[in-house]
């Protein structure tokens, strides 16, 4: 089992910046996938931005050159960097972690920007 926990949410005016930070507990194992996935009110979860353990990433058109995903492995921590933020970023941002068969969520944290 993973257990997993995000902290750096908050309110921020359109252009500014957040990181968001989530640390997992429990049994990780190499070769996982860590993520962050978004859902603004009304609509579904989507992909934000995941990478591997190798350290490949992808991420949505919607965040390209802005918003940066890294990890630490040796922390079991991954974080997202958010700049030039924009009101349509507004959502409960979760981290996601794929190991093997198995998915984790974390309990997200809110992410508002005002225009």
């Known amino acids: 089992q993973v257990q997993l926990v995000e902290s750096g949410g908050g309110l921020v005016q359109a252009g500014g910046s957040l990181s968001l930070s989530c640390v997992a507990s429990?049994?990780?194992?190499?070769?996982?996938?860590m993520g962050w996935y978004r859902q603004a009110p009304g609509k579904q979860r989507e992909l934000v931005a995941r990478?591997?353990?190798?350290?490949?990433?992808n991420y949505a058109d919607s965040v390209k050159g802005r918003f940066a995903i890294s990890r630490d492995n040796a922390k079991k921590t991954v974080y997202l960097q958010m700049n030039s933020l924009k009101p349509e970023d507004t959502a409960v941002y979760y981290c996601?972690?794929?190991?093997?068969?198995?998915?984790?969520w974390g309990q997200g944290t809110q992410v508002t920007v005002s225009s």
């Open positions: 996601n972690v794929l190991q093997r068969r198995d998915v984790y």
């Open positions: 429990g049994s990780m194992f190499s070769g996982n996938t």
């Open positions: 990478i591997t353990s190798g350290g490949n990433t």
